[in-house]
């Protein structure tokens, strides 16, 4: 099937909400996201999948400064160290994460998913707007993926996640206390 964006999420903008970023915010995202990628170059997978690292990073640091901002809490853990601990939900104290992608592009999520993601989009016009899209639970995040989403032939390969699709089904999240059923 043939996923279009204005059909599957262009639609539902008018459900998002704009959050815009201090651009000395902005500024300190970037030069964090720089040590990172200074630190990640000796893991295996950043060696077999090192393009736009520094955008990935950056996208996904800004839709957790986003949510700062919208749930007025700290969210950005500044820490740099091995992956494989930061694979866990973002929010701390909520068992829900967040998933920040490019506008254009299709969020990218794991296959199988076993806690809510609130779902960014980071605007391609300006590095400090980034649109709420909603909270996705895991029976939603599970019933509406498909790998065609994935536009990297490497990480397709790797067979673990796919492209979320499920936008008009996405539960409007407002503050802090919209997730509160999730507090750990």
């Not at 059909?7 to 996201?33: A, G, L, Q, R």
């Not at 809510?116 to 300006?126: L, R």
Request: aromatic content about 14%.
């Amino acid at each position: 099937m043939i996923y279009k964006y204005d059909d599957y999420i262009t639609k539902y903008s008018n459900n998002f909400i704009e959050v815009i970023i201090d651009t000395d915010y902005v500024k300190k995202i970037y030069s964090f996201v720089n040590k990172i990628i200074l630190e990640k170059a000796t893991e295996n997978h950043h060696k077999s999948e090192p393009y736009n690292e520094t955008k990935r990073f950056t996208t996904g640091f800004l839709g957790e400064a986003a949510l700062e901002k919208l749930f007025r809490i700290e969210i950005i853990d500044w820490s740099i160290g091995y992956s494989g601990f930061y694979n866990k939900p973002d929010i701390p104290n909520y068992s829900v994460g967040i998933k920040t992608v490019e506008e254009g592009k299709f969020p990218i999520i794991f296959k199988n998913n076993y806690y809510p993601q609130i779902i960014c989009i980071k605007s391609t016009q300006k590095d400090n707007v980034i649109f709420v899209c909603g909270l996705a639970t895991p029976e939603i995040l599970n019933s509406y993926q498909d790998t065609s989403l994935i536009l990297s032939p490497n990480l397709r390969a790797r067979g673990s996640k796919t492209g979320f699709y499920g936008f008009e089904h996405l539960i409007k999240i407002t503050s802090l206390k919209d997730i509160e059923k999730y507090k750990k």
